[in-house]
């Protein structure tokens, strides 16, 4: 099937958008191929700003209105406890918010931008969605990562080459109950890394302190700003560890 294929066989659908590659092209190749799409943001402790951001951003450059759904997910004690399978419940909460807002809004068809690349990744997530009926255009159409990130390029979408994101409840161990306060120290200490110019890397808290990953090709240089980043990350994180294995 090619996503032309779909969005004529399912013309009108609601979009679960998180200003990230995936989610990015799907609304732009469902405004393309004219299908009415609604784009809606879950915001919750997990998403950092910049998320926000850019899916406003990419949301004006296509021309979509952008709904924005306000969730405290740490309500739910099945996700805040952090267990194994936290991805399932959080899932469950998000795009059960999402799919009683849409249907309000005359949406029957909710879809995600998982795509083929992500067909093994995060089992407990995509387990919810798959019960929840959610469908994923890309998966279904066969597109990798890697092709969504051309097809990207060539619509001249500035996400094309946006670092893949995880939420922020991923940089918090499993088993380890997340707070609030952990969540707002990853984020301030992943943003002032943005701002010495790192790329893909990831701020884990790791008993208390925070254990800095880095790409291939920026070890190097996070090893010759390490007072830097020590003085930058300190109103976040007393200690201050590097990873030695490169993401």
Same mark, same amino acid.
């Given at each position: #099937?090619?996503?032309?294929?779909?969005?004529?066989?399912? %013309? /009108?659908?609601?979009?679960?958008?998180?200003?990230?590659?995936?989610?990015?092209?799907?609304?732009?190749?469902?405004?393309?191929?004219?299908?009415?799409?609604?784009?809606?943001? &879950?915001?919750?402790?997990?998403?950092?700003?910049?998320?926000?951001?850019?899916?406003?951003?990419?949301?004006?450059?296509?021309?979509?209105?952008?709904?924005? $759904? @306000?969730?405290? +997910?740490?309500?739910?004690?099945?996700?805040?406890?952090?267990?194994?399978?936290? !991805?399932?419940? !959080?899932?469950?909460?998000?795009?059960?918010? $999402?799919?009683?807002?849409? @249907?309000?809004?005359?949406?029957?068809? &909710?879809?995600?931008?998982?795509?083929?690349?992500?067909?093994?990744?995060?089992?407990?997530?995509? /387990?919810?969605?798959?019960? #929840?009926?959610?469908?994923? %255009?890309?998966? #279904? !159409?066969?597109?990798? /990562?890697?092709?969504?990130?051309?097809?990207?390029? =060539?619509?001249?979408?500035?996400?094309?080459?946006? %670092?893949?994101?995880?939420?922020?409840?991923?940089?918090?161990?499993?088993?380890? %109950?997340?707070?609030?306060?952990?969540?707002?120290?990853? =984020?301030?200490?992943?943003?002032?890394?943005?701002?010495?110019?790192?790329?893909?890397?990831?701020?884990?808290?790791?008993?208390?302190? *925070?254990?800095?990953?880095? !790409?291939?090709?920026? #070890?190097?240089?996070?090893?010759? /700003?390490?007072? =830097? +980043? @020590? *003085?930058?990350? @300190?109103?976040?994180?007393? +200690?201050?560890?590097?990873?030695?294995?490169?993401?």
């Amino acid at each position: #099937m090619e996503l032309r294929t779909f969005f004529r066989e399912h %013309p /009108k659908v609601a979009l679960g958008f998180s200003g990230g590659v995936d989610s990015s092209y799907l609304l732009y190749a469902a405004r393309e191929y004219g299908a009415e799409i609604g784009a809606y943001f &879950i915001k919750s402790q997990f998403q950092p700003d910049f998320e926000l951001a850019d899916a406003k951003r990419l949301a004006e450059q296509v021309g979509t209105e952008l709904r924005i $759904l @306000k969730c405290d +997910i740490l309500a739910e004690q099945s996700v805040r406890e952090n267990p194994q399978d936290r !991805c399932y419940y !959080c899932k469950n909460r998000i795009f059960g918010l $999402l799919a009683e807002a849409a @249907k309000a809004d005359g949406y029957e068809v &909710i879809i995600d931008g998982t795509n083929l690349s992500d067909e093994a990744a995060d089992r407990p997530g995509m /387990k919810a969605l798959a019960e #929840m009926e959610v469908l994923s %255009p890309l998966r #279904m !159409c066969g597109i990798t /990562k890697a092709r969504v990130r051309e097809l990207s390029k =060539e619509a001249g979408l500035f996400t094309w080459d946006k %670092p893949a994101y995880a939420c922020l409840a991923t940089r918090i161990p499993s088993g380890t %109950p997340i707070t609030e306060a952990d969540l707002k120290r990853v =984020e301030g200490a992943e943003s002032e890394l943005e701002a010495l110019g790192f790329r893909d890397f990831r701020v884990r808290v790791f008993g208390g302190a *925070a254990r800095l990953q880095f !790409c291939s090709g920026q #070890m190097e240089r996070a090893l010759e /700003k390490r007072n =830097e +980043i @020590k *003085a930058k990350l @300190k109103p976040h994180f007393d +200690i201050v560890l590097l990873d030695l294995e490169e993401r």
